[in-house]
């Protein structure tokens, strides 16, 4: 059940994601990022992530792509081909798909014991063999609420990482507004 | 622990087959023919001029990108609200530690304020 | 599948029908008592010829609006074009499912039906359709892709009122999500669990939380109305300069699917202060609806509804009350206004709360309630005494209205910047 489920969203995501990129119309593109965006979201429900799959819906299909169909719509790019075929742009397409290639060839390297030991070289929130048998996320997370498995290290082990986050929202938000408002 | 998104799946399955059937049926039942007129963008009985995709004010845009920083603030915000009362041992120092984050963020919404940026003229 | 699943399922389907079908019908009805009010407001009869008294209108509205012609603004984009109302008619109908409608109810039942087995449920069943963890996470995610469809709309008719609508509809909904979401927080602090089920138990063990967090209610509310695009914020479809709005290019059922939209978005604003702020299907001064037995049950559903109800019938009210805000107070009331002092609110919240316990060693939540009650009551008459002297909402004219009473009283005054102003 649950893997037809999944089987179901991943399918919807890798669709979303190859038509994002074959459209030509810029706001068919935003709307199956959409798509993907709408179904990672559900994905991480699966793995019992609720409260990141409820942010993916909150921050990404809600803000961040908002943004991109405002952009769209803007700059009114309409149906133009000013695209990047040609000699070149087949080159850096081959050259990125092979990087991507190489980096997916590490992660299937990557086995979930060898994962733990590398978490337990990081810094500590949980003993490391613990947190991956299946389930162990599920039944903290039922144990405690869903919000506070994911509060509690962010606020205690993480917490300068935070801190600097707002740091950088700063640096967005005057980077922002000095973008669009340079006149003034 | 996936149990109560089952419903929440069965209704988005649902609610999608009846907005389907609902513009289907419209469809099906429409009736008349499409005439030049009728087809015409709406202007309030005017002669249409030129194309409706027009370039718009960046004023959008800006909006839409400070939305996404204060969103992301609210994000951080719900965890931090929910742990607050409960982890005890720390509590002063998640007061602080938010205290911190929000006057770091003030900083820059009363940069954004004083530059215009919420101005709508 | 197991017995236990299968009863669950059982009941989960049932729910999510009666809730549906409730959702849809109270939204034709709403259509009606939106008229009804109206008139009532303007001393006029409202919609009384189809059945008694008008209560069949809403039917035949809906029967009309199948049989109309669909039209196809000729250079819309015709797949995007159907797309937006499904965009808008399909997050508005989800959200109805989070929100818990009765307490929950004792059910017990071992059967089995025939060829599809054995169907056991045993203990409470909670009065909702998806008891999710993530609670009202849920409500504000889903509702932040009801941008979409009103966006979309506004591009793909491609005629400048709905362009124009879709744009102001679309930068209005996210500058109040932003207070919306930041009001929040403080029913969070209270609370300490996002699901619905653990903020009605926190609440009708102290206070409703109108109470203690005033002002979130109050900003909560007032972006609710600008979420929904209701009078006095419905400038995305403002008759006067844009026809529709967004949907100015729609007919028939494509058009009804906007509005079925817009009244359940009322339907879950109206819910979500009920539940959030009011204790939902609370009974007031006593614990025994908890107990799970039927009539308490009932009891706890009408509670619900009737205060649901009640700020359903507060949106209508407001439309003949209040004029339309001007676009640019529209933007410096979402920016200026409600979001600072929304983060202000959660810091004094959360500083209040921590004198409380930690330094004055409070412990019951009564009192604690109570405390939070007078600091919010204080802020709140505060925010309301700003508010009234028109420093921030007039911001984006202030010395120009400043300046009005000065040029009335004496319109040759000798001040160089007044009479440039009348020139």
């Known amino acids: 059940m649950e893997s037809v489920v999944f089987y179901i969203f991943a399918t919807a995501a890798v669709l979303g994601g190859v038509m994002c990129i074959l459209q030509r119309s810029p706001v068919a593109s935003a709307l199956w990022l959409m798509s993907t965006m709408f179904s990672l979201a559900a994905l991480y429900v699966l793995l019992g992530a609720e409260l990141i799959g409820a942010f993916q819906v909150l921050v990404y299909v809600g803000a961040v792509l908002v943004l991109f169909l405002f952009v769209v719509m803007l700059l009114n790019l309409g149906q133009r081909s000013n695209d990047l075929r040609g000699p070149s742009g087949i080159a850096a397409a081959l050259v990125i798909a092979g990087l991507l290639g190489i980096e997916l060839l590490a992660v299937w390297r990557y086995t979930p014991s060898r994962l733990a030991a590398e978490v337990a070289q990081g810094p500590a929130m949980l003993d490391a063999s613990a947190a991956f048998p299946a389930g162990q996320a599920m039944r903290q997370a039922a144990a405690h609420n869903v919000v506070q498995s994911v509060a509690e290290p962010l606020f205690r082990t993480y917490l300068i990482p935070f801190e600097i986050t707002s740091v950088l929202l700063l640096a967005a938000l005057v980077g922002a507004v000095v973008l669009a408002k340079r006149r003034i | 622990m996936t149990q109560p998104y089952i419903p929440i799946l069965l209704l988005i399955a649902f609610v999608i087959a009846n907005a389907i059937l609902m513009l289907g049926l419209s469809q099906v039942l429409s009736y008349g023919e499409r005439t030049a007129v009728k087809t015409a963008p709406y202007e309030s009985g005017m002669p249409v001029l030129g194309d409706a995709r027009e370039r718009f004010s960046v004023k959008f845009y800006l909006v839409a990108l400070l939305f996404i920083i204060f969103d992301i603030e609210a994000v951080f915000m719900i965890p931090w609200a929910v742990a607050f009362r409960q982890l005890t041992d720390i509590s002063g120092l998640l007061l602080i530690e938010m205290l911190v984050f929000v006057v770091i963020l003030a900083v820059g919404y009363i940069y954004v304020w004083k530059r215009g940026a919420f101005e709508w003229d | 599948m197991n017995p236990e699943l299968k009863g669950y399922m059982l009941l989960s389907v049932i729910k999510m029908l009666v809730v549906f079908t409730v959702v849809l019908v109270g939204v034709a009805l709403l259509t009606l008592l939106e008229r009804k009010v109206s008139a009532w407001m303007q001393n006029r009869r409202g919609p009384n010829r189809v059945g008694w008294g008008g209560l069949l209108q809403p039917a035949a509205d809906g029967l009309k609006n199948i049989l109309k ?35 929950p109810l004792r059910l017990d039942f071992d059967f089995t039906a025939g060829p599809l087995g054995r169907f056991v449920h045993h203990g409470l069943m909670p009065m909702v359709v998806a008891d999710v963890p993530v609670g009202f996470l849920f409500v504000l995610a889903i509702s932040s892709m009801g941008v979409y469809g009103i966006a979309l709309a506004g591009w793909a008719s491609n005629s400048k009122y709905s362009l124009l609508g879709g744009l ?34 926190e609440q009708s063990r102290t206070l409703w939380f109108v109470l203690p967090l005033f002002l979130s209610f109050f900003i909560f509310l007032v972006s609710g109305f600008a979420e929904t695009n209701r009078l006095p914020f419905d400038l995305p479809e403002a008759e006067s300069e844009l026809i529709a709005g967004y949907h100015s290019e729609y ?114 939540p009564l009192t604690r309630a109570m405390a939070l009650t007078v600091v919010s009551l204080v802020l709140g008459i505060l925010v309301f005494r700003v508010l009234d002297r028109g420093v921030i909402v007039s911001g984006s004219q202030p010395r120009r209205q400043r300046l009005e009473p000065d040029l009335l009283r004496n319109p040759l005054g000798g001040r160089t910047d007044g009479v440039r102003v009348a020139s």
Not at chain 3, 184 to 200: A, E, M, T
Not at chain 3, 295 to 319: D, G, N, Q
Request: hydrophobic content about 60%; cysteine-free; aromatic content about 18%.
């Open chain 3, 69 to 103: 012609e669909e039209t196809f603004p000729a250079e819309a984009n015709r797949l995007l074009f159907l797309l937006a109302p499904a965009m808008s008619f399909i997050p508005a109908l989800m959200l109805s499912a989070v929100i818990p409608f009765a307490a």
């Open chain 3, 168 to 201: 102001r509809a679309t930068a209005q909904m996210i500058s109040y999500e932003v207070a919306m979401g930041m009001s929040l927080i403080p029913v969070l602090l209270l609370s300490g669990n996002v699901s619905f089920s653990s903020i009605i138990l």
């Open chain 3, 251 to 364: 007919s028939a059922m494509k058009f009804s699917m906007f509005f079925i939209a817009e009244y359940a978005n009322v339907v879950t604003v109206s819910a979500m202060v009920a539940t959030l702020f009011f204790g939902g299907w609370d009974v007031p001064f006593t614990r025994a609806d908890e107990s799970g037995v039927w009539y308490w049950v009932i009891l706890s559903h009408l509670m619900f509804f009737a205060k649901t109800f009640f700020w359903i019938f507060f949106i209508m009210w407001i439309r003949w009350t209040l004029p339309r805000f001007r676009y640019d107070q529209l933007m410096a009331l979402g920016w200026k206004f409600l979001l600072p002092v929304a983060l202000a609110y959660i810091m004094v919240i959360s500083g209040a709360i921590y004198a409380l316990e930690h330094l004055a060693g409070v412990t019951s």
